[in-house]
């Protein structure tokens, strides 16, 4: 669990890696890629919740979309600079977080899953409903100031923002505290009955994965520069993010990685293949596949074929 | 005077059921208590009721004097008092030392997050309840039954408790494995640690405890020496059963 | 008045079907079944391609609409439940992907406009002031002849006792001689024909798009919730609750709001009383 150097260097091979991209990508692939970082840190704040403590939030989205329409409305209809909505986008998110945590303290496993689901419908009907004029009903607001302007700039924005907040999570995640986490979600009395508050413990994955949500849902609105109560608050988008850290690898940093580069990029090649609507079936179906072949992800398979390869040496060897 | 532990006229209701009726007894310091009667007397409610799973109907805990009746699980942890389960509770995707390491950890998140894991302690610990530098790595699902009870008392231990509730120690083990846990609970009591042991097996019990409190229907039936408490005949009636 | 009082308990039997056949795999399975709302799109596009693209009768239609529901219950539960044995949060998970597959598959079949379902029964029926479409009173009528039925079948029958049996304790139920797994395929069969046919009515009552099957699953969820576990009759009492409380809400406060009264009581109750309203006990 401890943290080597061997860990430091991939970090920074990744980093070095894809800072060096734009020279030789096309465009197109970085706006892909653009996207794939976005999903990557919701990803990642749906995984430090769920993944760690087993409370499923099918409601991210609520999270997310707190932060964006938060930093939206405050840069378009009161004029705020993005320098100052963002941080209040975040603590907004995280007040929303706490909203979220008060039926943690009282149920857990499916019925938590189907109040987060609750929380995100209300939230897509209230938008529309109270006070169109500020939120833009079921229009949305369009023209919110952009951070900067080209595919390149966005890739090494969108980049930077999701590497930091990967690192900053492995971090805190290979902490003792993100051991607790973890413990939560194999079994709750357990960690109650090693002297920890659990109270205290789930409330922080909240907060840290509300403060993720709400700080990529806020880049996220200003990189789009427009936001729609529909293409937010809405089942498609959390499945693409709940399948993205799942596909990836649960209760990691880099496997909500591979999975948000992994469904974003099989859906950018589909296209080419299948132009019509057959995309989106067998994107789905690819999912569907490869989450019941292996519920634990990406890189669980990877790390097997590994040990496999490691075991066939070792018996090679002696 | 203050005792280590100490029930006044606890009473705990499930709905109609009374699991706890009335119940008052004490704890001396460097005690060992051990807690016998049948099947659903209430053994396992006292053990909830003090480590605050369960709240009781009425009645008042004290913990050296102090009424910890309204304190939360970990608060009460925090004063010493921790506790086992009939039924092992590892993490399952956790090795042994993970494992002994939540029981090591603060109830601080600043602490947990500054902090690394004590990994000296963990084998320290893991050690002393009898397991083999071989097993440090190695997951709950490869352990055995007698494993698994040692690790739940070396997590418990690394709380740093001053009183442990151990309920069915002995539960599904083989009879080396009893030993080696007697042995275990032997050195706990002479280095000073109070003690009540729920078990139903009187005969691996009988050599590890100072008194025993016999339970039938959530109430004191007898309570004394063992040889005393299984001499009265309502204690032989409540295990045989009779009418 | 009137009029609220005759739409509410119109609006509720409809709810009421919704819901009964989500309940009945919660109740047995303690699962979530998150691509129950696919049952009610799979119902609902078999008979609009049945009667309306190749003219058969509404009969043939509904009866078709069925034995799609019952066949995709049936299967989900062959390849996907069973081989998930257990893991409540993989099933739900792999449900809500399949949820999103089906989707993808009916705009596949069908494209993704709106169709518009001809009602089943033509007609409206006026009573002092309030208009009842003949339609909506048969999805009604329909809705409690089911129930009815269906309370029959599980209190009467040896398959219905046995559902019982497994709902209340699987392990108890297979010593004493019950195969849970038998029980519950054709528990998901049932379910699958359930939603089919509430379906129909839902589609004719709205419209067929393939994104219809969230706000289904949405009714079901909370009816489900605020009842509780394995009931019929608190299935039947909250779907009027829940059913009274949109129309109140459409005709006196606005129409936009309908939703988020049910989201509300969904959360208030999860939160005051996780068990549901009329759910039973479990230690």
Not at chain 1, 185 to 211: C, H, P, Q, Y
Not at chain 2, 113 to 118: A, D, F, M, S
Not at chain 3, 240 to 268: C, D, N, Q, Y
């Amino acid at each position: 669990m401890g943290i080597r150097w061997q860990h430091l260097a991939a970090w920074a091979v990744f980093i070095i890696f894809m800072l060096a991209l734009p020279e030789f990508v096309s465009k197109g692939t970085l706006r892909t890629i653009i996207f794939a970082n976005f999903l990557a840190i919701f990803a990642i704040s749906w995984d430090v919740l769920s993944g760690r403590t087993g409370y499923i939030s099918f409601g991210h989205p609520f999270l997310i979309g707190i932060g964006a329409y938060t930093s939206a409305i405050l840069s378009y209809r009161f004029g705020f600079p993005i320098a100052l909505s963002i941080p209040l986008a975040v603590v907004a998110a995280m007040i929303g977080g706490t909203l979220f945590f008060l039926p943690a303290l009282r149920i857990r496993g499916s019925y938590f899953a189907l109040v987060t689901l609750a929380f995100m419908e209300l939230m897509y009907q209230l938008v529309q409903v109270i006070r169109p004029d500020i939120t833009g009903g079921t229009r949305g607001i369009s023209g919110v100031e952009t951070i900067t302007r080209g595919a390149v700039n966005n890739f090494y924005l969108s980049f930077c923002l999701m590497a930091l907040v990967a690192f900053s999570m492995w971090l805190l995640m290979k902490s003792r505290l993100g051991t607790a986490l973890s413990a939560i979600g194999m079994n709750e009395e357990s960690v109650r009955g090693s002297g920890l508050d659990t109270t205290k413990l789930k409330l922080a994955a909240f907060m840290i994965a509300a403060f993720v949500a709400g700080l990529g849902g806020a880049f996220y609105v200003h990189y789009l520069g427009s936001i729609a109560p529909r293409a937010l608050f809405d089942i498609n988008f959390l499945f693409t993010i709940i399948v993205a850290a799942l596909i990836g690898g649960a209760s990691t940093i880099i496997g909500p990685m591979i999975g948000a580069f992994f469904l974003t990029f099989l859906l950018e090649y589909l296209r080419p293949v299948l132009p019509g609507a057959e995309r989106y079936f067998i994107y789905g179906g690819i999912a569907l596949i490869l989450y019941m072949y292996q519920p634990k992800g990406i890189y669980e398979v990877a790390k097997q074929g590994w040990g496999r390869i490691q075991a066939a040496r070792a018996g090679a060897g002696s | 005077m203050s005792y280590p532990l100490e029930l006044r006229d606890v009473v705990k209701r499930f709905g109609g059921l009374t699991a706890t009726d009335n119940m008052s007894f004490r704890v001396e310091d460097g005690e060992s208590l051990g807690l016998i009667g049948p099947n659903g007397a209430g053994k396992t409610t006292i053990f909830s009721l003090i480590m605050g799973e369960h709240r009781q109907t009425s009645g008042s805990i004290l913990c050296n004097g102090e009424d910890i009746s309204a304190l939360p699980t970990y608060a009460r942890i925090g004063r010493g008092v921790c506790r086992t389960y009939q039924v092992p509770r590892p993490f399952a995707d956790m090795d042994v030392m993970e494992n002994i390491r939540l029981g090591l950890m603060p109830n601080n998140l600043w602490q947990m997050l500054v902090r690394g894991p004590n990994h000296d302690r963990e084998i320290e610990l893991a050690l002393s309840v009898g397991f083999a530098e071989g097993d440090l790595k190695r997951h709950p699902a490869e352990l055995s039954m007698g494993d698994l009870r040692k690790l739940e008392l070396a997590r418990t231990l690394a709380t740093g408790p001053s009183i442990m509730l151990l309920d069915e120690v002995f539960a599904g083990l083989t009879a080396g494995e009893i030993s080696q846990i007697a042995e275990l609970i032997n050195q706990k009591r002479k280095e000073g640690m109070t003690l009540i042991i729920v078990s139903h097996d009187l005969k691996s019990l009988e050599p590890l405890i100072d008194r025993a409190i016999a339970m039938n229907y959530g109430a004191i039936v007898a309570e004394g020496d063992f040889a005393h408490v299984m001499a009265d005949p309502d204690v032989r009636a409540a295990y045989l059963g009779g009418e | 008045m009137s009029q609220i009082i005759i739409q509410g308990l119109l609006l509720s039997g409809l709810y009421a079907l919704i819901a009964v056949g989500f309940t009945l795999i919660f109740s047995i399975g303690r699962v979530l079944n998150l691509a129950y709302g696919a049952y009610l799109m799979i119902g609902g596009y078999v008979y609009y391609h049945v009667t309306q693209v190749l003219d058969m009768p509404q009969l043939v239609g509904i009866l078709l609409a069925v034995v799609f529901g019952c066949g995709v219950g049936v299967l989900k539960y062959t390849l996907l439940v069973k081989p998930l044995k257990g893991d409540h949060v993989a099933v739900e998970i792999s449900t809500l992907i399949l949820a999103v597959v089906i989707q993808a598959g009916i705009v596949l079949v069908f494209n993704d406009s709106s169709k518009i379902l001809h009602p089943i029964v033509p007609g409206v029926w006026r009573v002092g002031g309030a208009t009842v479409t003949f339609n909506i009173l048969t999805a009604a009528l329909a809705s409690w002849a089911i129930l009815i039925g269906l309370y029959l079948f599980v209190r009467n029958t040896h398959i219905g006792r046995a559902m019982q049996a497994v709902s209340m304790d699987t392990k108890g139920a297979a010593i004493s001689g019950v195969d849970p797994d038998r029980i519950n395929l054709i528990t998901w069969g049932i379910s699958g024909g359930l939603g089919a046919i509430a379906g129909v009515f839902f589609a004719s009552y709205t419209q067929l798009n393939p994104s219809m099957w969230v706000a289904p699953l949405i009714i079901a969820v909370a009816v489900v919730i605020v009842g509780g576990i394995g009931s019929i009759i608190g299935t039947l009492i909250v779907a009027h609750i829940i059913g009274f409380m949109e129309i109140i809400s459409t005709t006196l406060i606005a129409a936009e709001l309908r939703g988020v009264f049910t989201m509300l009581l969904i959360i208030g109750v999860l939160v005051m009383r996780p068990r549901g309203l009329f759910g039973r006990e479990e230690l």
